[in-house]
């Protein structure tokens, strides 16, 4: 059987060029996103660089049934050696803006998602005879807080939560859990968000491909030196 990683939200975004950097480094990936027409665009255009196994599944990682599914598939043909919970959704509004609607829209996806597809995954990974990664890709908002995030805040907080009870969980086993917390990156998680930011931070930011890069340079480590968390100190950061 082929080794695999596993990226969510990898349509577009961080995501996408996670995929990017692990197919450079010689991986299969299996990409996962909402958005069927984006989702095989990526994996076409992916196709183009490489080789490699590009498998993408069209669902949404906080529905069970597709999750549970999912795992049955992709383990037919594929070894997991590393999840990346990447996908996420991002709703910023004063404390007296919230609503039911952009709860609903953000927790899915970091929360349910992360929980769910990391439990289905667990099974399988803690079979493997050889070191096997779950990459957390959290934010700054899930340590620290930021004006106008309270409800995204609260979601990365409660994935960092889950996170840092997984690694304490899979202490000294095969599993690895690293934890990431970029600040601002230029991507569409943006485009509704705009209004809460001051005109112009956007050229302060990182770029996906600048954050993707990072990030999977250091997974590569020999195995008696593999980095825990990834923190990102980013100028615009230092705004009340
Ligand atoms: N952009 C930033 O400034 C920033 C900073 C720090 C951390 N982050 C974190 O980095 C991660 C990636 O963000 P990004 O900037 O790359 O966002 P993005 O460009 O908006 O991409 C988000 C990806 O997640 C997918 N997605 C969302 N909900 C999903 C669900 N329920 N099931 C499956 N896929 C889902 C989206 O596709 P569909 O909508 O088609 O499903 C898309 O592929 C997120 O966790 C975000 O919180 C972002």
Known sequence: MKNITIITGASKGVGKELAKEFLLKGENVCLIARTKNELIKTQKELSKLTNNDIVAYNGNISDEKFVKDFYQDLTKKYNITCLVNNAGVGRFGTIYDNNKKMIDEVFPAIVYGTILMTTYALPYLKKSKEIVKVVNIISQSGIR????????????????GYAQCLRAETFGTNIKVINVYPGGINSEFWKDNRNY??????????????????IVDNLYNKESLILKDLVFEQTHMNLE
């Open 145 to 160: 807080a930021f004006k106008f995030e309270s409800v995204y805040c609260s979601a990365k907080w409660a994935q960092e």
């Open 197 to 214: 930011v001051p005109a112009g931070i956007e050229n302060t930011f990182a770029t996906t491909e600048e954050v993707a890069k990072i």
